[in-house]
């Protein structure tokens, strides 16, 4: 049975970082890409950041650039974080991470993951 869990979401200050933390249970990140996607109140889902573990590709939403990250843990291949920096105000979302085997077109897309979390709250907010 394949499983995602996040964790370490909260009520942060504007400024601040906060790491997301996502551990897979039935499935290898390995073998193919794990994303990060977000959903604000009243929105749709969209693309925060995405990594190729099969050939190291990394692509991140314009409005994320420069201020989070996606890596994985080094001990443990099948966990995966995003460290977010800097967060504002219009980072604030439940924050979902993905894994499966997406084509380049389809990488930035939920359309493009197979297996889901069940999300964890960021608030931004002063």
């Known amino acids: 049975q394949v499983q995602l869990v996040e964790s370490g979401g909260g009520l942060v200050q504007p400024g601040a970082s906060l790491r997301l933390s996502c551990a897979a249970s039935?499935?290898?990140?390995?073998?193919?890409?794990t994303g990060w996607f977000r959903q604000a109140p009243g929105k749709e889902r969209e693309f925060v950041a995405a990594?190729?573990?099969?050939?190291?590709?990394?692509?991140y939403a314009d409005s994320v650039k420069g201020r989070f990250s996606i890596s994985r843990d080094t001990a443990d291949s099948n966990t995966v974080y995003l460290q977010m920096n800097n967060v504002q105000p219009e980072d604030t979302a439940v924050y979902y991470c993905?894994?499966?085997?997406?084509?380049?077109?389809?990488?930035?897309?939920?359309?493009?993951?197979?297996?889901w979390g069940q999300g964890t709250q960021v608030t931004v907010s002063s």
């Open positions: 990594r190729r573990w099969t050939t190291g590709a990394i692509y």
């Open positions: 039935g499935i290898s990140f390995s073998a193919g890409a």
């Open positions: 993905a894994a499966g085997r997406p084509i380049t077109s389809t990488i930035r897309t939920s359309n493009g993951y197979t297996a």
